[in-house]
């Protein structure tokens, strides 16, 4: 189709066209940012926490007899034992271990290392883990060098609070910063603390408790560090054998309170046994959210644009039917007068597609500027455009398809 005659009939409807283009303009601007926040979402979302996943409980409770008013830790500490040996002889458990937090809960312990004492211009915000010896292969970690803890390698809540931590295991992304060529076998300072801490151990991944905000810099940095558990409170981690889920969110429960019934189930309010499949629903629970409003918000814009090129489409297809009938007289073909309509709005798209990407950038700027957004890639902008194009498209196909049918007759009635 020539552009001439297209060009020749919007200078006719100036107003119209300018109309659309803008609102194509603005819909490209919002779309495309909005499918950038959805992937970016996503990709939050879906981010690997280094544990398998599949099978693996979470039970947290406090003690509430005598020992733990006492806050002795000497008692406290084979209460912990104890509870784990009963876990253990549940038919459906195959392993248990304890921490003091998991990936995703969003609390934990946050510290520093560095490879000096006291060297606050290389430190490294790490996330800290305190686990015992069989919370490793519970949780699923791999582990790529070194070995793990063994039960001689426990230390008391007093030790480590002093930051006297002679072993730990270290995440992947922190032996690489600091020892690329190998970890095992090296030390590291933990922050106030001047005795080293030989690195044992490297796990392939093991994100940091938080799934939002403040964790984000830091998010592969774990040490992890071997500790009798001996407090008031505790955290157990259980592997449930294949099938044997639903069957244990009763049975640990029961099996706990004949250990001792002197404690307090379901501290974390969100119930006795917890799947982690369940914690990782509700850390990105906000993310899903976003990505929900965003999607709703493209699809609200694209059928208003819709809308708005059917409509005015219509009413151009209207207003020339006599013009129609005439060219459909001199012998334009149905097809003809179908490419014309589609050549139409494809100019006017185009027009509106070339604003829209520089209102796309200009958005994406104050987003990374108000938001702490990362900037947009091109992928984002051109999804944005394809998508804003079949809408265009679709929506002309329509009445354009109606002008087709417009007989060289009508020119002759309406004369």
């Known amino acids: 189709m020539r552009l001439p005659p297209v060009l020749a009939a919007l200078r006719w409807h100036k107003a119209g066209a300018m109309l659309i283009a803008l609102q194509i303009a603005l ?4 779309v495309s940012n909005a499918l950038f926040i959805i992937e970016q979402r996503s990709l939050h979302r879906e981010r690997p926490s280094g544990l398998k996943e599949n099978d693996l409980l979470l039970v947290s409770q406090m003690f509430a007899g005598p020992q733990a008013l006492a806050g002795d830790a000497r008692q406290l500490e084979p209460m912990h034992r104890a509870d784990l040996a009963a876990l253990r002889q549940l038919p459906g458990v195959k392993a248990a271990g304890e921490v003091n937090t998991l990936p995703l809960l969003g609390s934990g312990w946050n510290t520093g290392v560095s490879l000096k004492p006291d060297a606050d211009d290389n430190t490294v915000h790490v996330a800290e883990y305190l686990m015992d010896e069989a919370a490793l292969p519970t949780l699923g970690l791999k582990l790529l060098a070194g070995r793990n803890f ?36 090296h030390q590291l300072y933990l922050s106030g603390s001047r005795r080293p801490s030989t690195i044992i151990g490297v796990v392939e991944r093991l994100q940091n408790p938080a799934a939002q905000g403040w964790g ?16 008031t409170m505790s955290t157990y981690v259980i592997r ?45 629970k906000s993310d899903r959210g976003m990505a929900t409003l965003m999607a709703v918000i493209c699809t609200i814009l694209l059928t208003v644009t819709a809308g708005g090129v059917v409509g005015l489409t219509s009413f151009w297809v209207g207003q020339r039917r006599r013009q129609i009938g005439v060219r459909r007289a001199l012998g334009a073909r149905r097809r003809d007068i179908l490419a014309y309509f589609l050549s139409e709005n494809l100019l006017i798209s185009g027009v509106g597609a070339v604003l829209g990407m520089g209102l796309s950038l200009l958005l994406n700027r104050a987003l990374m500027h108000w938001f702490e957004l990362p900037r947009m890639p091109p992928s984002s902008m051109l999804l944005g455009l394809v998508l804003i194009e079949m809408v265009s498209v679709a929506a002309v196909l329509m009445p354009a398809l109606k002008a087709s049918r417009i007989a060289p007759s009508s020119a002759i009635r309406e004369a």
């Open 27 to 30: 819909t490209l601007a919002i």
């Open 216 to 231: 984000d810099n830091f998010a592969w940095n774990s040490i992890v560090v071997p500790q009798r558990m001996d407090g």
């Open 240 to 284: 449930a054998r294949p099938g044997q889920m639903p069957a244990l969110y009763q049975m640990i429960p029961k099996q706990l309170l004949a250990v001792d019934r002197l404690r307090v189930m379901n501290i974390r309010g969100s119930g006795n046994v917890v799947a982690y499949s369940a914690l990782r629903a509700q850390a990105y």
């Open 150 to 185: 063994t039960q001689a390698d426990l230390l008391d809540s007093p030790r480590v609070m002093r930051g006297d931590v002679p072993q730990i295991m270290v995440t992947k992304a922190l032996a690489q910063h600091f020892f690329p060529a190998g970890a095992v076998g």
